[in-house]
């Protein structure tokens, strides 16, 4: 399976920005799915999930700012980002996972990277 995020880019503090993750699986509603980043110097850390069932789950810094979604149809994944902060730049990576067999597959995608201008 492979993860394509898009919409990253330069936003003023403020703004927003809404990223995609579009997957290339057709079983794409059994995947458990996240959003990561990772600012300069600091390790990866987990933003938002959903899970195959659509519960949502956000770390204390985007709550009620960040809203993760998911379309199945489209086998795409979304993180709409409100009220930016200098302190949400990093390089944002997509994350799924599924069950099979006893295991957990595990895919990422490429990074796209959010900026934010005082």
């Known amino acids: 399976v492979q993860l394509q995020a898009s919409g990253g880019g330069l936003v003023q503090a403020g703004g927003s920005l809404r990223l995609s993750c579009a997957a290339s699986?057709?079983?794409?509603?059994?995947?458990?799915l996240a959003w990561y980043r990772q600012a300069p110097g600091k390790q990866r850390e987990l933003v938002a999930s959903i899970s195959s069932d659509n519960i949502t789950d956000y770390a204390d810094p985007v709550k009620g700012r960040f809203t993760i979604s998911r379309n199945n149809a489209k086998a795409t994944m979304y993180l709409q980002m409100n009220a930016l902060k200098l302190e949400d730049i990093a390089v944002y990576y997509c994350?799924?996972?599924?069950?099979?067999?006893?295991?957990?597959?595990?895919?990422w995608g490429q990074g796209t990277q959010v900026t934010v201008s005082s």
């Open positions: 994350y799924g996972d599924r069950h099979y067999f006893g295991s957990t597959l595990k895919y």
């Open positions: 699986t057709v079983i794409f509603s059994i995947y458990n």
